[in-house]
């Protein structure tokens, strides 16, 4: 079993950035995928970067060149560093995992954290 918890959620201007962060714990040996995901109301949750244990990473194309995803294997945590914000990018984040080869995540969803893109 393996617990995401998101942090550093917030209200920021168009243009602005943030930085958000995920904390792993539990059975983290098993995590190879750290992923960020958002979700706006009456939307599904989709995939926004992902990073694998050994650093390649995955973007989906509204947010390239403008998010980043980090990770630290020794802490368990994967930041995402959002740059230009834009209004399209006021969702609820959330942060999970995924095992090698695997496509079903390994923690449960949580509350995960508000990001408000706004004058």
């Known amino acids: 079993q393996v617990t995401f918890v998101e942090s550093g959620g917030g209200l920021v201007q168009p243009g602005g950035s943030l930085r958000i962060s995920c904390s792993a714990s539990g059975a983290t040996g098993t995590i190879y995928v750290m992923a960020w995901y958002r979700q706006t109301p009456g939307k599904e949750r989709v995939l926004v970067a992902h990073?694998?244990?050994?650093?390649?990473?995955f973007y989906a194309e509204p947010v390239k060149g403008r998010f980043a995803i980090s990770r630290d294997n020794s802490k368990n945590t994967a930041d995402l560093q959002m740059n230009n914000l834009e209004s399209d990018d006021t969702a609820v984040y959330f942060c999970?995992?995924?095992?090698?080869?695997?496509?079903?995540?390994?923690?449960?969803w949580g509350p995960g954290t508000q990001v408000t893109v706004a004058l």
């Open positions: 990073m694998t244990r050994d650093g390649r990473t």
């Open positions: 999970n995992g995924n095992a090698k080869n695997s496509l079903r995540p390994l923690g449960r």
